[in-house]
């Protein structure tokens, strides 16, 4: 499934937009040039990191990515349901070259209709008022390690710093989907998952405080 092929994500779009809205009419076009933050006036913004694979046209080594960044930027017509996405998927550079270029990823089918999916649930909470906790995003299962920013095309335009590139809005649940999952990822490029301290942890440590006291031998009786 290759990033150029846009006919493919143009499709994908169609069918899950008809799904939902049947009436709208919106296009998805590919815009390398949209940068993040830099929205024209009246457009909105939304951002998201998927898993991708990667082709050195050097050396034909290959990498996978659990932190590639696709950025879009969005614009619905006033008073009409028809509006259009324009989308950059930003690229990464071999490790191993010292003059690699910047290679575009390729995605799964999967991951395509995941990354086309969250898209579209963000232009119906935005545009439609849908309520987003009924409709949770599906994200890539969380990896860590770190991130080769060096060589990734969003952490040279400051952009895809930890934290940097956050979701405009968060649902209260995000279910993790497990996908793309490498048989051979010789350069992982991988960067810790943003979040908040888990709340498992948290009541770890309650039951804990609880069970110190209940059986501290001051309590014990006789
Ligand atoms: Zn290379
Ligand atoms: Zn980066």
Sequence with gaps: MSYLD????EQTFQELMEQEKPWAKWSLKLDGTILPGHTAPGWKQYQQTAFGRFWCSLCHRSWSSAQVKILCHMYREPGKSQGQVLMRVFAQRCQKCSWSQFEKPEFSTESIKRILQNLIQYILWRYYGHDFRKMP???????????DTNNCEACTLGSCTKGSLKQTAKPSTFPTKICCSSPQMDNVLFEEPVGNPDPFFW??????????LIFSP???KP
């Design 218 to 220: 001051n309590s014990i």
């Design 6 to 9: 846009i006919s493919t994500w």
């Design 137 to 147: 995003m599906i994200r890539e299962v969380p990896l860590n390690g770190p991130h």
């Design 203 to 212: 009541f770890i440590i309650i039951c804990l405080v609880v069970f110190a």
